[in-house]
Structure formats: C-alpha cells, structure tokens
C-alpha cells in the first residue's frame, strides 16, 4: 500500500533504503549497478529529494532482495491527476528555479488556457471519462499558479510556429491563448521565443524538450513523445540537450518579435471568429 507522497514519507523512504544497503554491505555505486540505476539518483533517494517511480522501487527490491518492500511503500502523489509518464517531472517542475522548454506542436501545459488544454485532454488515448478528464485539466491549471510567482522559477519558452498555427478549440480559444501567452511575456514573468517555419529543419524537431536546474540538484533533462517520456540525468546526455537547444534558440525570433508575432496571429484567429459570427 503505497503511503502519500510529501517531504516526511520521502524522507523516510530514504532512510529505509540506506538502511538495507548498508545492512546489505552495499555501497551507493555497488546498489547502483545491481539495480541498473546512477549512483546520483540513489543518493537523491536515499536524501529525500527525490521520489522514485514504480521501475525504480521493483529495481531496488530485486537488487536488495526486499520481496517487493520499495514498490509497496512508494510515496504516491497526492491525489494530482496526470499522465502516468509526466508524474516524475511534474515534481522536478515543483521544485525547479529554472525551466526552459521547447513546444514542437502544442502549447506547454504551463502555459495553457483552460479552453485550449480542455481540448487538448479531450483527445488522445485511453479515452478519458469525464470525470477523469476534468481532474486533468484542473491539475493543469494548479500546476500553471507557479507562474504567478515572480521569485521562481525563471521560465523560457521556444515555441515552433506549428504552437501558433495549428488550431486546438477554434479560432475564440486559439486568440485567447496566444493572448494569454503574450500577456506573460509582456509582464516579463516569462521570455518567449518562437522558432518560424522559415529555418527549416532545426536542432530540436523531433520532439518536447523541458530543461530544469535547481538549487541543490543537478540539472535534468526530460524529453518526451506519443504516450512516453523520460528523465535524462546523467550529465553528458543533459549537456548535449542543454546544446541543442541553444542552438535552436539562436535561430529563433527575439522575446520581442515573438510576442509581436502572438499578438498578430492572435488578431488573425479573432477577425476569423468575427467573420463566423457573421455568416
């Protein structure tokens, strides 16, 4: 029966595992390549910074021997609903000072409108009941109240102009997100660069890209794609996407042509639900 996830019960999960390495006669390196995992991620563990998933926790009892201890008492995130890949980097997201992501066709969910991620999570599959779907677009929208807080994190947002063009909702929702997201960059509560159709083929075109650093961690990478996603951490492959993605922000459009460009598309998508009202 896993137990809710908070600083107390990671804390604890932590201690528990350092417990039985060393009742094991292991070293944090040795647990590490029994279980397959970076000796940084067991330590982060072990420290209560970081929640392991369920292929972490079935890692460690087959490594320690525990029939199953660490996949019962994994802390569970508390009631949030989201996709089952998202759920570690939502909480790396909670804890970040910096973020810097890039959209190659959708708005990032921090970003989102309730009308346009109500589209967005109406789709997909498995189909969502309702319920279900509400509960999605409502941690959605709690997950985006960090963007009220100007102390952290700092966020930066490359946005393929695929974000701007491809119409989620209708052309009503679609100037009322590019509004939304132009209203941020304004204020300076984010920096916003769109990445035009006119470069062609650029540096990160295969898919979503969110870079994170913290205080008292080191930096991840998560990139993800249909129905997946993963946490990159070890510090090579998190360099070479930090690269990547400095390379495709120096093709894009500055922070002030960018929001140039929301608020013309914006515009566009309005006098077009203008037009329909009239016909």
């Known amino acids: 029966m896993a137990v809710e996830d908070n600083p107390i019960s990671r804390e604890r999960y932590g201690e528990e595992l350092r ?32 929640r392991p998933d369920v292929k972490d926790a079935r890692r460690l009892d087959r490594a320690l021997g525990t029939d199953g201890f660490f996949e019962r008492f994994l802390p569970a995130l508390d009631g949030k609903k989201v996709a089952e890949h998202f759920k570690e980097a939502l909480e790396f997201e909670g804890k970040a000072t910096v973020i810097k992501e890039y959209a190659p066709s959708l708005v990032p969910g921090l970003l989102q409108t309730k009308w346009y991620a109500y589209e967005v999570l ?25 963007l009220g807080n ?7 947002y490359l946005l393929d102009e695929a974000v701007l ?9 679609m100037c009322e997100q590019l509004r939304h997201i132009a209203e941020l960059g304004t204020s300076r509560r984010i920096r916003v660069h769109v990445l035009p159709y006119s470069v062609g083929a650029h540096a ?11 205080e008292d961690m080191p930096p991840i990478a998560y990139a993800e794609g249909v129905n997946s996603g993963r946490i990159l951490e070890l510090p090579s492959a998190v360099r ?3 690269e990547l993605y400095d390379q495709a922000l120096g ?3 500055s922070h002030r042509k960018s929001l140039d460009l929301l ?17």
């Open 150 to 156: 100007f102390r952290a994190p700092e966020v930066c």
């Open 251 to 253: 093709d894009a459009l």
């Open 122 to 146: 109406s789709t997909g599959y498995p189909r969502q009941s309702d319920e279900d779907r509400d509960k999605l677009v409502a941690t959605r929208l709690e997950r985006s109240s960090i």
């Open 19 to 50: 417990r039985r390495r060393e009742a094991a006669g292991l070293t944090q390196e040795q647990l590490a390549q029994r279980a397959l995992m970076s000796r940084t991620h067991i330590a982060h563990i072990e420290a209560g910074r970081r």
């Open 204 to 214: 990160l075109q295969e898919g979503f890209l969110s870079l994170m650093w913290f």
């Open 263 to 279: 608020r013309a598309v914006a515009e566009d998508y309005e006098h077009e639900a203008q037009r329909a009202d009239h016909t």
């Open 240 to 242: 070479e996407c930090q």
């Open 165 to 173: 063009r491809r119409v989620v909702g209708g052309p009503v929702v």
